[in-house]
């Protein structure tokens, strides 16, 4: 059955750069898009970015400096890089799959659990 | 860019209520609209899809309607399984969520 699932370190340094891993099964990433969404406790979601089927990416403008997100199908792995952590990344980072084999629809259809993050000295 | 606003922010209703929430895009977005569910502590979970179409597995109480820049997602009749967050999301032009309606029982 599809599955994501995100893991990644709960606490980053002020400044620091944060690193997460969604290793996803079930389907190829060669077939779906793959974004991550990351949401402040008890606030709304932020859409962060999207790795296309092909390998290209897309990100929020409010995060395109910071953001990086990349893949290892083989390992059927998508990682996202932010630098530059401050208390306002403080979240929990979903990442989820794109409904739609090869042709894109633009809603999610499956979402990992999160991994909380937080940023503390 | 689109902005995507929901209302209202918190809706208290009953039992067997019908349950009307409201997602409103800046511009037009040609029903390229979902609307998610997420209970505390859990991941959001699908519902509806372009704007009308119901995810598998999604009960028929829930249904969306809507054109343009204006959405509804409705209950039919609100059980207690129902008190969620509820967010809809704009696909078209890049993605964008709105702020969220909490559903809680009155």
Redesign the interface.
């Known amino acids: 059955q599809v599955q994501l699932k995100e893991s990644g370190p709960g606490l980053v340094q002020p400044s620091q750069t944060l690193s997460l891993t969604c290793t996803v099964s079930g389907f190829s990433l060669t077939s779906y898009n793959v974004h991550w969404v990351r949401q402040p406790t008890g606030k709304g979601l932020e859409w962060m970015g999207v790795i296309w089927t092909g390998g290209s990416t897309d990100y929020n403008s409010a995060l395109k400096s910071r953001l990086s997100i990349s893949r290892d199908t083989s390992k059927s792995q998508v990682f996202l890089k932010m630098n530059s952590l401050q208390t306002e990344d403080i979240a929990t980072y979903y990442c989820a799959r794109e409904a739609g084999i090869v042709m894109p629809t633009g809603y999610f259809d499956y979402w990992g659990q999160g991994v909380m993050v937080t940023v503390s000295s | ?1 689109i902005q995507m606003t929901q209302s209202p922010s918190l809706l208290s209703a009953s039992v067997g209520d019908r349950v009307t929430l409201s997602c409103k895009a800046s511009q037009s977005i040609y029903n ?1 609209l ?1 609307w ?1 569910q997420q209970k505390l502590g859990e ?4 519902l509806i ?2 704007a009308n179409s119901l ?1 598998t597995g999604i009960p028929s109480r829930f249904s969306g309607s809507g054109s343009g820049t204006d959405y509804t997602l409705t209950i039919s009749s609100l059980q207690p399984e129902d008190v969620a967050t509820y ?1 809809c ?1 704009k ?2 032009s ?7 309606t909490k559903l809680e029982l009155k």
């Open positions: 860019d390229s979902a998610y991941a959001p979970k699908l899809y372009d995810q967010f999301q696909y078209y890049g993605w964008t969520f709105g702020g969220g």
